[in-house]
């Protein structure tokens, strides 16, 4: 199986005819085919496939056990946000497999186990705690928040790996896993326009996070409620929506809504509450910190003469993230200078840079857009993430 | 079955245990449940139900043939919005079969037919236009643009109907039907806090409407877009929601947005597209039709800055009905000088006023709330609508 056949392989899966956008959340069909999939080519290559008690999956390449602590894990996602693009997360899963074919092609002599990794609900999509897979193997969630997490459906993560098969009281950190492992080096498409050159390593992610603000007032009918009467929380949510391009523009950060859940949602009722979900980064935690103040601020502004409640929670935060100096030199090198960047987006690397050495290469991406349909990496570019990856391996776990 | 057994059969019909608010939309299996209510309720008595091709079913008391163009029309609608109350609706249903039981029961002698009406997606809560079933039946909506309408899920009113078992190439105007009715009463819970007495007499229904704003933008990466590289939806949609109010204040109108479509719907992508739906009303049509005018340029100019596009479509408008003065003033007399008032919500009985002469009758709301779960009306209160609709129903069939 070449690269492109792979490629070609899980191409369609959860794909939206209509719009071309990917739906593959966490544990419902078009992931579970994915998943499948992982297992099919780990299989196909004689990798011994390891599942986690998280629902990460590690394919092994090595005949001995493992145990010396100097693995190199690379990988990534197979999961989307919805109506995502192709790209973010299973690039970096199939040119995995890409670059250990072209390593055992050239009769690469291993000297350290090459895990291949698919992490779980890694866009939080479900759930909506991004890196959940990573968080949980890394003890960077509570495995008691993590079951109580519900889905648009109010399903609980709980609820959702026992309907998978999975033991939901085992979830957690699992040393033993991520005491095997030496460093974990993941590709990914880039999510900007940054990266001139086809392939750049990352330096740093920044801060970013998610925060849910739930506004309440009360339901009642469009036509018969005098305007005075009305405690309509659209109102404040669109205050709110607006504080957030203004907050952003004034501290330097980015700040996105772009989930609301209106409640009931006639065309003819005063809505009873607004659900809305804020997303923040900026270059320092201060800079995103000081953002998010300025919009709850804003927001309890706009919604006081309503007489609508306003409430903040933090669904999730990411400090700044210095993938390892010496790891990304050595990459660096390797590739004999390619470009080095930060990058806005979370990663599973940035999450399991708490307990480990981890390095990330990224992909060209002429236009820039992520998380929508028209997420793209030319052809040529794709062979030159798996020749990049294959060439880091081959350097650290080959040597 | 006296009027609160029936009442209490219908309560648990599509009610959302956790928050008490109903969801029976056309055809879905809790309104289909609505409807084989009403065909037992009419077997249980003896009354004939006609099934007209709109989906619209009328359950007659009358031995002869009908054809003499003067039966009297009561009822009024199973459907609810979206996590609606109790009331909308079935009260006028149940009450037109607990006033027919009160004639019974007194022995009076019919002159006339009388009809108990159930019209379909009153509320307009699946396929967008409110009163479909009573647009179709008068001719108030081309049929072909009925059949292209379609649900949240995107199945069209004809697909919804064929799988219903009905001939969805029969919708469209009944004059058969619309022949043999002389007048309709509908009996409807009062939605506002207007009405200070148990029960009340229509006078108007004043101009009301709907309408649809599409937001175009570009989906992306919430983290690595710099903002002004976005074209982000949700700004001019909040920008919208927002002057939905101030013109709505600066016209004596309402204005409201109850529902909005965010696509893709991911906390960490910056949407795509927003669309949105803007109920208005008012006491004129010019103040209507200026409040969705300003609003439509509020929202272009706050959508140019963000080189988004807009599109306003207008799903339904309805101009003001002035209830028939002959048939209100003879309801009146009959109930004692009833108080007469005029109702910003639409109802079939305005539909039909353009084919009929129609006349509305309110039963007391305290809190004034609806589409709500805390919609109510006292059991008083209920049984004073109830004898009220015997007394003018025997005025109008009996005399």
């Known amino acids: 199986m070449s690269f492109e056949e792979m490629w070609a392989a899980l191409l369609p ?13 966490a544990w419902t069909p078009p992931e579970l085919e994915c998943r499948a999939w992982f297992v099919d080519e780990a299989r196909r290559r004689d990798l011994h496939v390891e599942h986690d008690p998280n629902g990460n999956m590690v394919a092994w390449w090595w005949p001995g056990d493992g145990s010396r602590g100097d693995a190199v894990l690379t990988g990534s996602h197979l999961d989307s946000v919805p109506g995502g693009g192709a790209f973010d997360g299973p690039l970096g899963v199939v040119s995995a497999f890409a670059a250990v074919d072209a390593l055992r092609e050239r009769g690469a002599a291993l000297t350290r186990p090459i ?17 959940l897979g990573s968080r949980l193997l890394s003890g960077a969630i ?18 959702v790996m026992h309907n998978a098969g999975l033991d939901p009281d085992a979830i957690g950190p699992d040393d033993d896993l991520l005491g095997r492992i030496g460093c974990f080096v993941e590709l990914h498409v880039e999510q900007g326009r940054a990266l001139r050159e086809p392939v750049g390593v990352a330096s740093a992610i920044v801060p970013h996070g998610r925060w849910r603000f739930d506004f309440g007032g009360e339901g009642n009918h469009a036509g018969t409620t005098a305007l005075p009467d009305r405690r309509d929380p659209m109102l404040p949510f669109a205050g709110m929506v607006i504080a ?15 989930k609301a859940r209106v409640v009931p ?17 900026g270059p320092a935690d201060e800079a995103v910190r000081r953002t998010v103040k300025q919009i709850d601020e804003a927001a309890r502004v706009a919604a006081r003469p309503h007489r609508v409640s306003v409430d903040l929670a933090e669904e999730s935060y ?5 993938f390892d100096l010496a790891l990304r030199d050595r990459i660096a090198g390797t590739l004999g200078g390619a470009p080095v960047l930060p990058t806005g987006a979370g990663h599973d690397a ?7 050495p981890t390095a990330m290469l990224f992909v060209r991406n002429p236009t820039g857009v992520s998380h929508d349909p028209a997420e793209f990496a030319e052809p040529a570019d794709r062979l030159a993430g798996v020749e990049a990856l294959t060439a880091v391996l081959d350097d650290l776990a080959c040597g």
Do not use: K, M, Q
């Open 350 to 356: 940035g999450i399991l840079s708490a307990r480990l």
């Open 265 to 281: 949602g006639g065309v003819n009722a005063v809505a009873s509450s607004v659900t809305a979900w804020l997303d923040a980064r």
């Open 244 to 258: 957030a391009r203004e907050a952003a523009e004034r501290n330097g950060t980015v700040a996105t809504v772009g």
């Open 318 to 322: 990411t400090e700044i993230v210095d």
């Open 142 to 159: 509570d495995p008691a928040r993590a079951r109580a997490l519900t889905d648009g459906d109010g399903r609980t993560f709980a609820e």
């Open 115 to 131: 895990g291949i990794g698919a992490f779980a609900e890694e866009e939080g999509a479900r759930f909506g705690v991004a890196c």
């Open 13 to 25: 899966v959860g794909r939206d005819e209509a719009t071309g956008g990917y739906h593959r959340f």
